[in-house]
């Protein structure tokens, strides 16, 4: 194995200047860039930095909620539900929001820009009340010459086969 990056994922809504889109949030870790090839997509802006409320956001995204960087004047803000029980007065009793700065843009393929909206890992865990140590996913990215089925053995081995290695 070469490198490995912690995720969480999760399917929410953004809203900017009146417009809104349901897309996934994906916290990513420092790694993340060695696992992907999406900073090779990234053709306005920057990547995100550890410890910010940035967000890279895919082309698809930001033209159907027609959005600029670093629009300070507008903000993309999320909206992560509450868990509880018991009867919603107002939306703040519903959803947890937060705003991000966007400060980068991607294009990879059609399918992907219009699904991620990329922030750094701890803000996702954060916003979606998670724990540190809860992720949805660990992506790798495997030497050259790796012996791909040896490798999953080895993580089925590890994980004792209560997780799906894709």
Known sequence: MAFYSQTVEERLLFTFNGKQQVATLKGVDTLFMKVSTVEDGLYSGQWIEPHTLQAVVGYGISQKLSMGLMDFNN?????????????????????LTQTLVPIGMYAISEDIDMKYVF??????????????????????????????ANVVKELNSIFKDKVLIK
């Open 119 to 148: 922030c750094e890992l701890t803000l996702a865990q954060e916003m979606l009340f998670l724990k540190p140590n809860q992720l949805s996913a660990i992506e790798f990215k495997l030497k050259p010459n790796a012996d791909e």
């Open 75 to 95: 903000a993309l803000q999320v909206f992560v539900p509450k868990a509880g029980k018991g009867d919603l007065n107002s939306p703040e009793d519903a959803f």
